[in-house]
């Protein structure tokens, strides 16, 4: 069958009206759609953009007047009033779009998770924690999870924290072994205000299952051991804690000294601080290792504080070897307007401090009671960072 040019030729100049025709009403279509669009919801993006957020919800509540139904508009003015603090409005928009039967169950899942947001920032914790667990199972789990373990640690709920923690750690979404460590210390200490020793020794051996590099649970399991006149055994704790957590072991170097000197085990102590004090200086070293010596032996220990300061700069022990040399002549005695000056410069030298947000303290956190954030205080004072 031989093909017909006549109807080919005839057929293009159909095909590119149909072509123009479509175009035409596609154009047409989408003109209707930003004329069915509210303007007011142009005007609120135009309000946040400027940072008037103020004018922008005024301009959302317009919107949603208009079109009910858009579930975007719903999510930002919620998200608006929360950002300002509103938080009763920004619960009545997302439980409005949770009882709407025509929503998807993507934004269904969306308008809970923005719920449980709400909860959380108003400080509605028990509301929040169910909003929370609404959420797992669903693509927020991990993020509920998280949120869960934050509500948990700030009610001081430790257990419920070890699940969640367990939860997440069996889930490959990061390593909360030390978390849960820190959760059985808590718990362990909680055991020894009621008087429940042997609760809290439980507590204690399971943070240590869990994680044996835990310096918090070793050194309390130490005290724990030693309150119950056992020296031997919390003297071989702290030992321990050289070999699973050096870095921690200036928090415990002047009670090994103290303890290795109750049972007899100097040398050994001795041994221990000198090697720590040659791999990374501290003045915790240099304090211990100074308790272990002769207390009238002040040639010892300002020898002691020269070998420190050849290796790491530190007015403190500068400051202590100062004192020594004092000592040791009277004649040559600093004035008292020098000491006390000295001893003034040398006191927030003697603070820890947080990696994460440098709140200070004379005492050592586990958990930075300004930021919140675990083990960010360093086991060295300021003078030794």
């Known amino acids: 069958m031989e093909l017909d040019l006549t109807w080919v030729l005839l057929g293009l100049p159909l095909a590119f009206v149909g072509g123009w025709l479509a175009s035409r009403f596609?154009?047409?279509?989408?003109?209707?759609?930003?004329?069915?669009?509210?303007?007011?919801?142009?005007?609120?993006?135009?309000?946040?953009?400027?940072?008037q957020q103020d004018e922008a919800i005024d301009a959302f509540i317009e919107a949603v007047q208009q079109?009910?139904?858009?579930?975007?508009?719903?999510?930002?003015?919620?998200?608006?009033?929360?950002?300002r603090g509103d938080y009763d409005r920004a619960v009545r928009v997302h439980q409005h779009l949770l009882q709407r039967a025509d929503l998807s169950r993507a934004d269904h899942e969306r308008a809970q998770h923005a719920l449980s947001l709400d909860f959380t920032r108003a400080g509605l914790l028990d509301r929040a924690e169910a909003s929370l667990r609404l959420l797992l199972g669903t693509p927020y789990e991990s993020e509920a999870q998280v949120t869960l373990l934050a509500l948990y640690e700030r009610t001081s709920d430790w257990a419920h924290a070890i699940e969640v923690a367990r939860q997440l750690e069996s889930a490959n979404r990061g390593s909360f072994k030390s978390r849960m460590a820190h959760y059985h210390c808590e718990l362990a200490a909680d055991a020894t205000q009621k008087n429940q020793p042997i609760e809290a020794r439980t507590h204690l051996e399971q943070a240590l299952a869990i994680c044996p590099e835990s310096a918090r649970a070793r050194l309390a399991l130490a005290q724990w051991l030693e309150d119950r006149s056992a020296p031997n055994e919390a003297c071989a704790q702290l030992e321990a804690l050289a070999q699973h957590s050096p870095g921690a072991l200036p928090l415990a170097a002047m009670r090994l000294a103290k303890l290795s000197a109750r049972v007899g085990r100097q040398a050994q102590a001795q041994v221990c601080l000198s090697q720590a004090q040659a791999q990374r200086p501290s003045l915790d070293y240099v304090e211990a290792l100074a308790s272990l010596l002769p207390a009238d032996d002040l040639a010892a220990q300002s020898a002691l504080c020269l070998d420190h300061l050849r290796q790491e700069p530190s007015l403190v022990v500068a400051t202590r070897w100062l004192d020594l040399q004092s000592a040791s002549q009277p004649g040559q005695a600093l004035p008292a307007e020098v000491t006390q000056a000295l001893q003034k410069a040398t006191t927030p030298l003697k603070r820890y401090r947080c990696a994460a947000c440098g709140f200070e303290a004379g005492i050592h956190f586990w958990q930075c009671p300004g930021c919140q954030t675990w083990d960010s205080y360093s086991p060295r004072r300021v003078d030794d960072l």
């Not at 596609?26 to 940072?51: T, V």
């Not at 508009?73 to 009033?81: I, Q, T, V």
């Open 26 to 51: 596609d154009i047409r279509q989408w003109r209707m759609e930003n004329r069915s669009a509210p303007k007011s919801y142009f005007r609120g993006l135009n309000f946040l953009l400027n940072e």
């Open 67 to 83: 079109d009910p139904d858009t579930t975007e508009l719903h999510f930002a003015l919620g998200n608006l009033f929360r950002s």
